[in-house]
């Protein structure tokens, strides 16, 4: 089991940049494989980016490839997401979440962190 935390959300001017951090519990962090999630008012859940246990292998969403990175620090039990570029349609809930590599559902959900650009 592990308990995920997000931080770094906040208001920014379309353009700019926000990085956010999701610390999790336990020290099994290298064992899941993470990911990055979002919902902006009015619509579903929305993926946007994973990153593999050793951070090696990295997957984004179209609508955030080039503008968005996924690192991880698991001595740290921390996945970062770095949001360059910001425009309003990235407003959102962003959550971050843990699955095990072998599984295609994420088990574990953070509170989530509010990111609102501005125009």
């Known amino acids: 089991q592990v308990q995920l935390v997000e931080s770094g959300g906040g208001l920014v001017q379309a353009g700019g940049s926000l990085r956010l951090s999701c610390v999790a519990s336990g020290r099994t962090f290298s064992n899941y494989v993470m990911g990055w999630f979002r919902q902006a008012p009015g619509k579903e859940r929305e993926f946007v980016g994973t990153i593999s246990r050793s951070g090696g292998i990295t997957h984004y969403a179209d609508s955030v490839k080039g503008r968005f990175t996924i690192s991880r620090d698991n001595a740290k039990n921390t996945v970062y997401l770095q949001m360059n570029s910001l425009n309003p349609e990235d407003t959102a809930v962003y959550y971050c979440?843990?699955?095990?590599?072998?599984?295609?559902?994420?088990?574990?959900w953070g509170q989530g962190t509010q990111v609102t650009v501005s125009s």
């Open positions: 979440a843990a699955r095990d590599p072998i599984k295609t559902t994420y088990d574990y």
